[in-house]
T-cell receptor
């Protein structure tokens, strides 16, 4: 069945780069997404990547996709305290529009 | 988030009582979803809707029902609330491009439900 796995916690120093990793199982996934959730709030779409791409860059965010290994990563350059949040990866699994989410990675940025 | 609101934001209810959560959107999106968020589980899909009166079950639908009589409203009902249904509930909307969701979902701010 479909499954999306993430590590639960990541701690970095302000100014360092953060790399959040995700593995997924559905090789037919067309789009993969990264969402950010701040405390007490809903999820906000950060970025997405189409499955025929290897990399997508958007300002401080870089998404890398390795389709062979079904591995997705999100790199945040120059991490700031405002980046502290939970980050979810998700895959679009079928034509019904359902997204499968990972457990979320809690990013803690220390000054 | 703009265009999607959930009510109530917080609710405490007793075991065995029915509870209805409301999701209202002004974006005219066809697809609507209910998820629950629990520590260590991420978001799990409860029910979803492809359009008015067109709903289907997700992976954790037991004990929940939904209704969608208008495009803008998607109701989630806990028929007889149990402590295991204490959670944060999120509604999401989406408008597919062709047969695939291109840009993901827009989420509401969530409803924190406590069943005592």
């Amino acid at each position: 069945g479909e499954d999306v796995e993430q590590s639960l916690f990541l701690s970095v120093r302000e100014g360092d780069s953060s790399v959040i990793n995700c593995t997924y199982t559905d090789s037919s996934s067309t789009y993969l997404y990264w969402y950010k959730q701040e405390p007490g709030a809903g999820l906000q779409l950060l970025t997405y990547i189409f499955s025929n791409m290897d990399m997508k860059q958007d300002q401080r965010l870089t998404v890398l996709l390795n389709k062979k290994d079904k591995h997705l990563s999100l790199r945040i350059a120059d991490t700031q305290t405002g980046d502290s949040a939970i980050y979810f990866c998700a895959e679009s699994i079928d034509q019904g529009g359902k997204l499968i989410f990972g457990q979320g990675t809690e990013l803690s940025v220390k000054p | 988030d703009a265009g999607i609101t959930q009510s109530p934001r917080h609710k405490v209810t007793e075991t065995g009582t029915p509870v209805t959560l409301r999701c209202h959107q002004t974006e005219n999106h066809r697809y609507m979803y209910w998820y629950r968020q629990d520590p260590g589980h991420g978001l799990r899909l409860i029910h979803y809707s492809y359009g008015v009166k067109d709903t289907d079950k997700g992976e954790v639908s037991d004990g929940y029902s939904v209704s969608r009589s208008k495009t803008e409203d998607f109701l989630l009902t806990l028929e007889s609330a149990t402590s295991s249904q204490t959670s944060v509930y999120f509604c999401a909307i989406s408008e597919p491009t062709g047969t695939r969701i291109t840009f993901g979902y827009t989420f509401g701010s969530g409803t924190r439900l406590t069943v005592v």
